[in-house]
């Protein structure tokens, strides 16, 4: 295995490597690894059949590592990594939020974050200078899912949001904990996660009693149909018990309750902007590589909606579900999901379940279970000429090509929020891209390739693989320098 780390810039995210040992020793369907004593015992599953098997027909339970590993940030009574019946009833109480009608119902919302971002993009091409565009895009979706959990704004991207700015400290520690062998910097790493974590839970637990204390002062209990934030879905069973069992107004939380909405609250802020913030900014260094697909995603904004962006936006926020009809910028995203997924779950098997592969059936007792969709998603039999950046692919779609899509994965443990991120990304591209050019910086082409499965370094260098931080991130913040487009 070392031999393969090797060939990855420093800090790869896992799922690069176990793409190029399935495509190196023609590994089909599925294949084991024992990584001991580093890890436990390993079944990576490599194709869509196989991965549905385990996600959806039998929708197996999550691996404790992913607890163990999210568990400096997070307690394991969270949605991402709980089992039944926890994970059940955490599903069913926020699954509202996510539903296709609410999503559209937040459409003003992305739209009033994402101008705020179209004029930031503005005053830096005005200034001309280089900036991390990780940074600018985490505070837009931070503050659309700030106000989709609150129902309030949390001005990050105006610089003025404790939540964000301690979540920050607390991923960059997480992060130095995990690659860090040096024992004094793992102390100190951990020493301030510890604090700091220790403060956003505190001030979650605070936002959590407030909001109880002023519903229930109010005698609100918030409908499932049209809630007014995630926060409310949390507190609606607890008000409802309130009021059919006529307990007077001074009843509190109790704090175990408390700690699951804080946990659930966090995890949901940590990843509710993850995959759209990497998704976004992998987007417009895809758009800044390939001009002529830009220019067909403008093309196609100017036809569903209007070539001026102030006519535009009235239209989104007339018509939100007009945004189903931006059927080339859907396609543009779900192939930038497709090379650059931001990285995969992991189950456990028990002693009954089995994988079956051309007839042959694989146990799967006590193993770790990782379906990765990046060997999927660069499969020459499932996609043709993988490394190639081709929105049309997704145009019209065949069968195998729609089944071996799944950064989201499938199955009832996909992602809930998958709607909602699109959703996010499509507004976020139909604001941004006709007033700007994007031009990464800092990047050094490779003279050659690292990997077989991609040549795309041979464009951008070592950012072309992404870097393992909570999921896979663009490599160092992804450097860029934007412009204003003649009109």
């Known amino acids: ?57 039998k929708s197996l339970p999550k691996h404790k590592m992913e607890s163990e590993f999210l568990g ?17 009833h955490l599903h069913n109480m926020l699954a509202p939020t996510f539903a296709p009608a609410h999503i559209k119902n937040q459409v003003s919302v992305m739209v009033e974050e994402f101008l705020h971002f179209r004029d930031t993009l503005g005053r830096l091409a005005d200034s001309g200078e280089v ?53 004094v910097k793992k102390f100190t790493a951990k020493r301030a996660l510890r604090n700091v974590r220790r403060k956003v839970d505190q001030s979650l637990g605070r936002t959590v ?65 993850g995959t759209t913030t990497s998704t976004i900014c992998w987007a417009y260094m895809l758009l800044s590589c390939y001009p002529d697909v830009a220019q ?11 070539p001026s962006t102030d006519r535009t936006v009235e239209i989104l926020r007339h018509e939100p579900y007009k945004t189903n009809k931006l059927e080339y910028t859907t396609a543009v995203l779900r192939e930038t999901l497709r090379l650059y997924p931001v990285g995969f779950g992991i189950r456990v098997g028990n002693e009954d379940s089995t994988v079956q592969w051309e007839g042959r059936h694989y146990p799967t007792a006590n193993l770790m279970i990782a379906p990765v969709q990046h060997s999927m998603h660069y499969d020459p039999t499932i996609y043709h000429n993988p490394a190639e950046f081709n929105p049309e692919r997704f145009v019209d779609p065949d069968h195998a090509t729609q089944f071996g899509w799944r950064p989201f994965e499938r199955g009832p443990r996909k992602c809930a929020g998958q709607e909602l991120a699109l959703e996010e990304m499509r507004i976020a591209l139909l604001l941004t891209v006709r007033d700007f050019d994007f031009e990464a910086v800092d990047v050094q082409p490779n ?10 370094d041979l464009k951008i260098g070592d950012m072309a693989f992404q870097e393992l931080g909570m999921d896979a991130k663009p490599r160092g913040g992804m450097k860029m320098r934007v412009r204003r487009r003649a009109r």
Request: hydrophobic share 40%; charged share 25%.
């Open 447 to 456: 003279s050659t390739q690292r990997v077989p499965f991609t040549d795309f």
């Open 131 to 183: 900036f991390r565009l990780e940074d600018h895009t985490a505070a837009a979706v931070f503050d659309i899912i700030g106000r989709i959990t609150f129902n309030e704004r949390l001005h990050a991207q105006a610089g003025g949001s404790e939540y964000l700015r301690n979540l920050r400290v607390m991923m960059a520690n997480f992060i130095a904990t995990n690659q860090t062998w040096n024992p």
């Open 1 to 57: 295995m070392g031999d393969v780390v090797k060939l990855f810039p420093p800090n790869v995210h896992p799922q690069a490597y176990y793409t190029y040992i399935a495509q190196k020793y023609n590994l089909c369907g599925l294949y084991y690894m024992d990584l001991w004593p580093l890890g436990p015992a390993q079944l990576i599953l490599v194709s869509p059949e196989t991965a549905h098997q385990v996600t959806v027909l």
């Open 296 to 306: 067909k995603l403008r093309d196609e904004h100017a036809r569903v909606f209007d």
């Open 209 to 273: 009693k407030e909001r109880h204390r002023l519903l229930r002062d109010s005698k609100v209990v918030p409908t499932k149909k049209d809630p007014y934030s995630i926060l409310d879905l949390f507190l609606r069973d607890k008000l409802k018990e309130c009021q059919e069992k006529g307990l007077p107004d001074s009843v509190e939380l109790d704090p175990e309750f408390v700690d699951l909405a804080v946990q659930n609250l966090k995890a949901l802020l940590i990843g509710g902007q």
């Open 72 to 88: 400096p940030l997070i307690k394991e009574n969270n949605i991402a990594t709980s089992n039944n019946p926890l994970w059940k």
